[in-house]
């Protein structure tokens, strides 16, 4: 266990630890620079002057490509060619995107650029992430099945996909501190974009071109986002097995369960967009200088989600339909903590407790998923339920700020609706 990197190999793989810290760190850095960016969009919308709509509607255009593409990239997975697919994940769609986005938006904050074109361009180039970005969490679960026997494969590629859990705690955390002399909000831009390049140079150099090799199978994982880690959906679908049939959604083995994970994730994207928004008006805080206090915000979200499903989730040995019922009643009381805020320490802990119920209700209805139906059909469904989990983040954050526009608190009203809702219907049918 405490072996230098560069020796060992992954118990039940061909891996080295060094090449599997590779394939981790280049979902690390993926997880980390998009939720770094989501804490500080909303001080910079502010700053630049544009109505929220835009930015919310810039994370629903990224989302809604990455929905789009990622099974594109997870089907040319399962073929040759996993590491140069990793490569273009983390080249073009990270470090290129990332650092186009900190050109477009450093001009728009020095007034060089007008708050409109400021914002077209940067969804035109944040586009990359959304189209290429995707490549890199399924050829890295693929080149890790290849290399890994199937008995353990369920352990490793979990392990690997526990990388995106940490970056949505590690980017909000770094993020304040690389807003920089010059740079200012635009800074974690530009950082990110240089820890892009080094990760990218170190999977050049250092991970072996697996082309020819055994097949392996990599899976679509929803958009990287605070407070949304995987939940072994996509691990399931990457272990290899194959389904009979196509599943549908509305597979009445499943159809409840899709429906409360559609209806949750709305709810948590809705609020998971204007929560900056509203750090910003109701501590009254100035945009440039504010990105401290949302990254504690959302950092504090993230953590109550792994505490969740790291933590209690273990130790409650709860059935998939009491997650679901009971996470929705926390993050539905969460959501009216949150309204009654009038500090930063209220706001943070109404968030943490809101996310504490969304790391209860998303493996609930995972697993609820997973249990309806036989070994053969488990790609399938885990297929589905990643597509629930990532079509949140297309509508729910531009009608989270349409709503927002409308009364600050209406949207926090809403979801927490939803969710009450979602716990009546769930109590009977589920």
């Avoid at 020796?7 to 980390?32: D, K, W």
């Avoid at 904050?109 to 969490?137: E, N, Q, S």
């Avoid at 409308?406 to 979602?422: Q, Y």
Wanted: glycine share 12%.
């Amino acid at each position: 266990m405490n072996q230098a990197p560069s020796f060992g190999r992954i118990a039940g793989s061909a891996l080295t630890t060094r090449q599997f810290l590779l394939l981790y760190a280049a979902m690390l850095i993926a997880a980390a620079g998009n939720t770094a960016l989501q804490s500080v969009m909303p001080a910079i919308g502010r700053a630049i002057e544009v109505p929220d709509l835009y930015v919310a509607l810039t994370f629903s255009t990224s989302a809604a490509l990455w929905v789009a593409f990622a099974p594109i990239w997870a089907r040319l997975a399962d073929g040759k060619g996993r590491k140069p697919l990793i490569l273009l994940g983390v080249g073009a769609g990270f470090t290129l995107s990332s650092l186009l986005c900190g050109i477009v938006l450093l001009l728009g904050l020095k007034g060089l650029v007008g708050p409109l074109l400021t914002f077209i361009l940067f969804a035109v180039v944040r586009g990359f992430y959304g189209i290429f970005g995707c490549a890199t969490p399924s050829a890295t679960q693929a080149y890790l099945a290849a290399k890994t026997r199937r008995s353990a494969r369920v352990n490793a590629l979990a392990g690997l996909a526990s990388s995106f859990s940490l970056g949505t705690i590690v980017g909000p955390a770094l993020a304040p501190l690389f807003v920089l002399p010059f740079l200012g909000l635009s800074g974690p831009l530009f950082v990110f974009a240089v820890l892009g390049a080094l990760v990218f140079a170190f999977i050049l150099a250092g991970l072996p071109n697996d082309l020819g090799r055994r097949r392996g199978r990599g899976a679509a994982m929803s958009y990287p986002s605070v407070a949304s880690p995987p939940t072994g959906a996509s691990v399931r679908a990457a272990t290899g097995q194959r389904m009979k049939k196509r599943l549908r959604w509305h597979d009445p083995r499943i159809r409840g369960w899709i429906l409360a994970g559609v209806a949750s994730n709305h709810a948590m994207a809705a609020i998971l967009t204007v929560v900056g928004f509203f750090t910003i008006d109701r501590l009254g805080l100035d945009a440039r200088g504010s990105e401290r206090e949302i990254s504690l915000v959302m950092m504090a979200g993230a953590a109550a989600t792994l505490a969740a499903q790291w933590g209690l989730i273990p130790r409650l040995g709860w059935s998939p339909r009491m997650l679901v019922l009971v996470g929705s009643l926390v993050a539905a009381l969460g959501m009216v903590a949150t309204m009654l805020a009038d500090s930063l320490y209220a706001i943070v802990l109404g968030f943490a407790i809101q996310h504490l119920g969304f790391g209860l209700v998303r493996p609930g209805f995972t697993a609820g998923a997973s249990l309806a139906v036989p070994l053969a059909e488990q790609g399938g469904v885990a297929g589905i339920v990643t597509s629930a989990n990532g079509l949140a983040f297309v509508a729910a954050p531009t009608l989270g700020i349409l709503a927002y526009g409308v009364d600050a608190l209406l949207p926090f009203t809403v979801c927490a609706a939803i969710l009450l809702i979602l716990v009546a219907w769930g109590w009977r049918r589920l």
